[in-house]
């Protein structure tokens, strides 16, 4: 026996034009991490590679990333940033310190592409950079340094050393993780931890929100 259902018409009207919000477009930023030829013959060939390039960054990348509007770009890890040390990563390509990526594959890697890399790379693809630092076998000071290093245009002798390898401006810096998903690190019932810093005459405020993001910038 075959039921029969009365079924109602229901009509939809969908306005186009009536906005309820706005995504932000960091919601939809990419990663990439020292695994494999993710960055080494991946995105960074180095300046005399025979391939098309832009101060090491390969153009096919550039351009790939350009096309998807990347927003932005987190970087060095994953799991190799809680053994990435960013001063292996500045200065003159032959004279960096060569590490074994124990992460990944047990492999050497000359430390060619570092900050300054990085940060071209997202200028180039007109993308934010977001800076993941190490917890796991680095330190506060080294964080602090780092950041330092970045951002200050205060007299110090890390901006001395950025401007000697190079970057006479600071960087604009907006994103900062705190290890790799280290959320068990940091947890209250409201699910954040948040405090206010000062530094060499910037401010700002230090965010981690359930996991291990952090914005900041000039308040």
């Known amino acids: 026996m075959r039921r029969r259902y009365n079924m109602k018409k229901i009509s939809i009207v969908i306005n186009a034009d009536d906005r309820l919000g706005h995504i932000s477009p960091e919601i939809y930023g990419h990663f990439s991490e020292h695994l494999g030829r993710c ?13 098309p390039n832009t101060d090491g960054i390969r153009n096919d990348i550039i351009e790939a990333f350009r ?4 927003p932005v770009f987190r970087w060095p890890g994953g799991c190799f940033a809680e053994e990435y040390h960013w001063q292996d990563g500045i200065g003159e390509k032959a004279l960096r310190r060569k590490i074994v990526n124990t992460n990944w594959g047990g492999v050497t890697e000359d430390n060619s ?29 080294e ?31 907006e994103y900062l993780g705190v290890g790799n998903a280290a959320y068990r690190m940091l947890r209250r019932k409201d699910g954040f931890v948040g405090k ?8 700002g405020r230090t965010l981690v929100c359930g996991a291990y993001t952090i914005r900041y910038g000039e308040g």
């Open 196 to 203: 206010s810093w000062r530094r060499g005459g910037r401010r």
């Open 143 to 173: 964080m602090s340094e780092w950041i330092e290093y970045m951002t200050s245009d205060a007299e110090s002798p890390l901006t001395e050393q950025r401007k000697k390898n190079g970057r006479a401006e600071p960087w604009k810096l």
């Open 67 to 70: 096309n998807i509007k990347a």
């Open 113 to 141: 592409f570092g900050t300054h890399e990085f940060m071209r790379f997202c200028e180039l693809v007109g993308c934010k950079p977001y800076i993941n630092v190490n917890v796991g076998s680095g330190s506060v000071r």
């Open 39 to 51: 960055i080494y013959n991946g995105i960074y060939v180095g300046e005399n590679s025979p391939i």
